[in-house]
């Protein structure tokens, strides 16, 4: 068995643990047999914590000669091939709960054999038995199972019982590990995303453009968790204070210092802060560095690998200046980003219903329009059909707009949709509306956008010729010579407004990104510097994880 190959992955996952297996640590840098109960420096035992399912009450057996309320364990035999086939017999044995009724609950998913516990602890002499003093490595695996037919060893046990969750929290040989048992039984996305990161993750020095809101806080404590993570160049036009401060008071680097344009007129600078680090990765949202990839890459030479970009937007910008100096992934056109982009749409949608209800404007008895027929627009236009409103889109890929058109929507020009439409959602990317086009708004009307102002919209202009004023909480109108029109959130993604909920899906595209981080340095010297995507193999994978880990309380096959 490869006992030591398995605890240098417990002591990765758990390293606060360290100082507590000093004679475990020791015993396997040697030669003998560490699951040889003959061994009695101190031997490797197995044991499994069997929780019901459907009513979390945990099964413990009274163990004949300590009289204790104990989790079903013991020695390792000759015939057990891994110490999960060794918790397998015990159970059995001791319990008779079948293993076709047990489902392991493992604490990495990529390594089964990782337990989730491991207790060294003194075993007493035994005259009778001949064996002396001695310590038992019990390494602890967690099984549920829905099944209740126990039958005990009369030899093993007195007695069987099955203890409700808040009675095993509190008993004092369990107390330390209750805690680990919940997480496992009860996931967290953090959870999920360090499933997704390997052995030489922490490694990769990373710094990541992103969001600071509620939903990213798991991601970005994830990416100082599981890699080097130089920083955080937030999106200025998305961040939330509390997260902010809570992320800052938990010592996650944020680097205010940098900015999309200080990056693009400065690059040196930039590549000046991270020559101090190897194995550079840049995680990418919206392009951010897609002007500066060269300098980048000239003055940080072998240092930096990849990029990993998040968006369509940022996709078509690094499309036009990939040059073959270095390796990128996008995740913008996977499939695991279409649940968290339609439900994007429905959150822009509603929000902007939110914001405009303010001022007794209700969207149903609007005309809707919908520039950029992308996986957002289609959802906007999908909320909005489902309030009763047939939107217009204007759409320049013909797929897309046919797809518009079997919709149900209006396709049309940009032109006429400005003219004709009461409230209007762009959702390109590409700067859609300048001055020009401004002026052709029908009066009145409302502008939201699913990304910041300075991706949506050109309004370098806007100021000199409109007279703007607040007339609500985030709604500006712009005014001038009898044209009006309103800009909602300053022209940034409305939906940040209201914490852009868009439920566990975001976690499939957050997973990618850090899946995206280790294949990129895994594969950094094979095949053509392009961009490159993940393989539906991989992205199935990540599904099913994801599954496992976020939505298993569903029970979701």
């Keep these: 068995m490869q006992i030591k190959a398995i605890f240098d992955k417990y002591a990765k996952l758990y390293p606060s643990e360290i100082d507590d297996f000093k004679l475990l640590s020791e015993q396997l840098k040697q030669s003998d047999d560490i699951t040889s109960r003959k061994n009695f420096v101190g031997h490797v035992t197995a044991s499994a914590f069997v929780i019901n399912e459907h009513t979390k009450h945990v099964l413990l057996l009274e163990h004949k000669t300590l009289a204790k309320l104990l989790q079903p364990g013991g020695h390792v035999e000759p015939d057990d091939k891994t110490l999960i086939d060794a918790t397998l017999r015990e159970i059995e044995e001791e319990t008779g709960l079948q293993p076709s009724t047990l489902v392991l609950r493992a604490v990495t998913p990529r390594d089964q054999h990782v337990p989730f516990d491991i207790d060294t602890h003194f075993i007493p002499e035994n005259p009778k038995k001949g064996e002396p003093g001695h310590y038992h490595h019990d390494f602890r695996y967690v099984y549920t199972t829905k099944s209740s037919n126990v039958e005990i060893d009369p030899s093993e046990s007195n007695n069987y019982k099955w203890v409700d969750w808040d009675h095993f929290s509190d008993i004092p040989n369990f107390v330390h590990i209750a805690d680990k048992i919940d997480s496992i039984l009860e996931p967290s996305p953090r959870d999920f995303f360090r499933s997704l990161a390997n052995d030489e993750s922490k490694d990769i020095s990373v710094v990541a453009v992103s969001h600071i809101i509620p939903s990213s806080e798991a991601y ?256 500006t109108r712009y005014s001038k010579r009898g044209h009006t029109f309103h800009l909602l959130n300053d022209g940034n993604a409305i939906n940040f407004l209201y914490a852009a909920a868009v439920d566990k899906y975001i976690n499939l595209v957050q997973g990618e990104l850090i899946f995206s981080i280790t294949k990129l340095y895994e594969t950094k010297e094979k095949g053509t510097k392009t961009i490159r995507v993940n393989t539906p193999e991989e992205h199935e994978s990540i599904a099913r994880l994801w599954l496992d880990f976020v939505m298993r309380d569903n029970q979701i096959a």
């Excluded at 990128?328 to 939110?354: C, N, W, Y």
């Excluded at 957002?376 to 890929?397: C, W």
Aim: net charge neutral; aromatic share 8%.
């Design 220 to 475: 970005i404590r994830s990416l100082h968790e599981n890699f080097n993570l130089v920083g955080i160049v937030p999106k200025p036009k998305s961040i939330n204070k509390n997260t902010l401060k809570v992320l800052k008071s938990e010592g996650v680097p944020i680097l205010d210092q940098f900015t999309r344009e200080n990056i693009f007129e400065h690059p040196e600078e930039f590549a000046d802060f991270l020559k101090s680090h190897d194995k550079i990765c840049l995680v990418d949202i919206g392009g951010y560095f897609s002007d500066s990839m060269d300098k980048l890459k000239e003055k940080l030479g072998s240092k930096f690998f990849g990029v990993v970009e998040d968006t369509e937007n940022g996709h078509q910008k690094y499309e036009k200046r990939l040059t073959g100096k270095y390796n990128m992934i996008s995740v913008a056109r996977s499939p695991l980003k279409d649940f968290e982009d339609q439900l994007v749409g429905h959150s822009v949608a509603h929000a902007t219903e939110t914001v405009l209800r303010q001022i007794n404007t209700i969207i149903t008895y609007r005309n809707c329009g919908i520039i950029g027929y992308g996986k957002i627009g289609r959802g906007i236009a999908e909320y909005l059909q489902q309030r009763g409103i047939k939107p217009r889109v204007s759409e320049i890929n013909a797929m897309r707009a046919i797809q518009a058109s079997c919709d149900g929507a209006i396709v049309c020009s940009t032109d006429e949709l400005l003219k004709k439409s009461d409230v209007i959602f762009c959702a390109t990317g590409t700067r859609a509306l300048d001055l020009l086009k401004l002026r052709d708004l029908k009066k009145g009307a409302f502008l939201a956008s699913v990304t910041s102002s300075d991706d949506e919209f050109d309004l370098k202009f806007v100021d000199s010729e409109y007279k703007k004023e607040n007339v609500a909480e985030h709604i």
